[in-house]
């Protein structure tokens, strides 16, 4: 009898591919648990997820929950900044980086003041997309040589607030989206006697790849044409305010596939910047966007869930492409300016869930022995299963069997069949499936009828969470996230299995999965032992699934865990903090934002502008006032 080759961590590895999607950060240990590397320079630092679920316990922290490795949030920043200033001494281009993080990616407030932290070094800005955001990036964004930079529409209050920010002495950069945005802006700028920072955003040619291709084009939701760009730039002009214009923004999408897609933006978006300075329009930023992908499924491909360059090869791309035009065009090098979210957060958090029970395809089953007077389609499954050893026509076995179940199912409604008869029937063709299914596994060719067994035969594992609040992106775009135990990955997993969560929802299910051979309905997972726990990891969650997650079903938000690792601790971490999971809260409160601090952090900067004259008491006040009134009030546009 030939000998059973022993499971080890490298054939886990070809199954969950946590290497490749991992990126450096997490792999599985040689005692089969997920391994953390939270600063992928330091590799002696390692954290067992194991010994994290243990202490989150003996905390007495109840799971389901979301775990942030803050040292992961805080390597992200430092590599995309530094790749950039390495490639920008290699490439002897003359201008800077200065890189912003668009929050809607991550609004919760540790995750920014937490980039805002790590990225003071590098002068990282923030990037903010609606009134409410706005709000936040004032109160939080303080260095003043660093860039904030506002996207996305806008109405008068959201103007104010951008030019209450310039008055302050920050970098502040107003992009218009369309032309009636400078003419509002240009009023209450001449209104107040504050010289605005003005970008303006182009409607590209270039379209994305991806999901998101549809950022760019003609038909792209933001943005000027060609001819529109000309218009604001010269309205400027005939306002004595072309001094203001200072940056070129252009998107093509999120999550891009293609690293083709960039190397054209960058071609097109240079040319843009050239002419508009050789038109007298002395720009000194060039806003490349956001859209530096992360692998989600490890294949290293222009598949949506994935992309087929690194960060080196963007940012290279990013430089060389612009200083090749502007070289050429005999213009200076602007400071580029980025808008990566995704590639900063999507590592650091992750969803860990407890399997807490099996729902088996087919049930247990019935007894099926034999019985006197029993119905001849009984009698036939019966043959089947008892000739299907000796058998090697499987298809015939198996469109028999299909047919026979299929019968059976027409004579039970039609009351020729008893519902035991039935039940045995089910019983039998369940069990003829699971053989047809082992003989085919190592098959070079399966018929197309067939190859749905595996996913027919699988069960579904019964997870604590919703995949509504956790993962809305697999149920919205199905988008692919890697799901790994956390745990016995130096065993053999035995059960093909997809994942439901606890809502009374059908669409609460994950049924996408990464694997050896791309993407799979089923993911391998152990079996459950009575007397432990298993649980499961959802990874890149920190990107948009932090804050996307809606009320369905009144389950809100998950508790958090917060690490940090340290070389001191014997487990090479601990919980720098946990907090709790929220209900019914507004905005600001539900994204664990302090409105009161908020405001307190710009009344303290109006109050020092007022103690240096560089502003008046009453007018410190009426800011004060509106700042606080905007806090409290409407989220949307007032029309």
Not at 45 to 64: H, L, N, S, T, Y
Not at 475 to 482: E, F, G, N, T, Y
Request: hydrophobic share 40%.
């Amino acid at each position: 009898m030939p000998r059973t080759k022993k499971w080890t961590i490298d054939d886990s590895e070809n199954i969950y591919r946590v290497k490749r999607w991992g990126d450096g950060y997490f792999e599985i240990g040689q005692n089969g648990n997920l391994h953390i590397t939270p600063d992928p320079s330091n590799t002696d630092m390692r954290i067992d997820f194991k010994a994290v679920i243990d202490e989150i316990k003996q905390e007495g922290i109840q799971f389901p929950l979301v775990v942030r490795f803050h040292d992961i949030l805080r390597s992200q920043v430092a590599l995309l900044n530094k790749t950039f200033q390495n490639t920008l001494k290699e490439a002897e281009y003359n201008g800077g980086y200065m890189g912003v993080y668009p929050i809607k990616v991550n609004q919760m407030r540790e995750v920014v003041e937490e980039i805002v932290d790590a990225g003071a070094p590098f002068n990282y800005g923030l990037e903010a997309g609606s009134k409410a955001e706005l709000l936040t990036v004032m109160a939080l964004n303080t260095n003043t040589e660093s860039l904030t930079i506002l996207n996305g529409y806008k109405d008068e209050e959201f103007m104010r607030l951008a030019l209450l920010s310039r008055k302050l002495g920050r970098k502040t950069i107003v992009v218009i989206e369309k032309f009636s945005e400078l003419v509002l802006l240009v009023r209450i700028a001449e209104e107040l006697g504050v010289a605005p920072i003005v970008g303006i955003r182009s409607k590209m040619t270039v379209k994305g790849r991806g999901k998101w291709a549809s950022s760019g084009g003609d038909r792209a939701k933001f943005g000027l044409t060609i001819s529109e760009m000309i218009n604001a730039a010269r309205y400027l002009e005939e306002h004595g305010m072309a001094d203001c214009l200072k940056l070129l923004h252009f998107h093509i999408g999120s999550q891009l596939t293609d690293i083709r897609a960039v190397k054209e933006s960058i071609a097109e978006g240079a040319m843009i910047y050239s002419e508009l300075h050789r038109m007298g329009f002395k720009l000194e930023y060039v806003d490349v966007g956001g859209g530096l992908g992360i692998d989600y499924d490890g294949s290293q491909s222009t598949n949506d869930s994935s992309r087929n360059y690194s960060m080196q090869e963007y940012v290279a791309d990013i430089v060389y492409g612009m200083k090749q035009v502007c070289d050429l065009e005999d213009v200076p090098h602007p400071i580029l300016v980025s808008e990566s979210g995704r590639a900063i957060t999507a590592h650091h958090s992750c969803v860990v869930t407890q399997v807490v029970g099996e729902i088996k395809a087919h049930g247990a089953g019935i007894a099926t022995k034999l019985v006197d007077g029993e119905h001849v389609l009984v009698s036939d499954m019966r043959e089947l299963i008892e000739i299907i050893d000796n058998q090697n026509n499987l298809q015939e076995i198996f469109n028999d069997a299909s047919q026979f179940k299929e019968q059976a199912l027409h004579a039970f409604k039609l009351r020729v069949i008893s519902l035991e008869e039935l039940a045995k029937i089910e019983t039998l063709y369940w069990q003829i499936m699971g053989k047809v299914q082992l003989r085919i596994k190592d098959a070079e060719f399966v018929p197309e009828e067939m190859q749905e067994l595996d996913y027919a035969l699988s069960s579904q594992y019964l997870c604590n969470f919703s995949v509504f609040q956790s993962a809305a992106d697999t149920w919205a775009i199905d988008q692919i996230l890697p799901v790994v135990p956390l745990t016995r990955m130096n065993e053999k997993p035995t059960i093909n299995c997809s994942l439901v969560d606890i809502t009374c929802d059908s669409d609460g299910k994950l049924d996408q999965f990464i694997s050896e051979y791309g993407i799979s309905n089923i993911v391998p997972m152990h079996n459950l032992k009575p007397d432990e726990d298993y649980y499961l990891g959802l990874f890149l969650t920190g990107a948009y699934q932090d804050v996307m997650g809606d009320m369905h079903n009144l389950f809100g938000r998950l508790n958090e865990v917060h690490i940090f690792s340290h070389d001191d601790d014997p487990k090479d971490f601990y919980i720098e903090e946990m907090v709790h999971g929220s209900s019914v809260e507004d905005v600001l409160s539900i994204m664990q934002y302090h409105p009161s601090s908020m405001a307190k952090s710009v009344k303290k900067m109006i109050d020092e502008h007022v103690a240096q004259g560089q502003m008046q008491p009453r007018e410190g006040v009426k800011w004060t006032d509106f700042y606080e009134d905007c806090l409290k009030g409407y989220t949307y546009l007032k029309t």
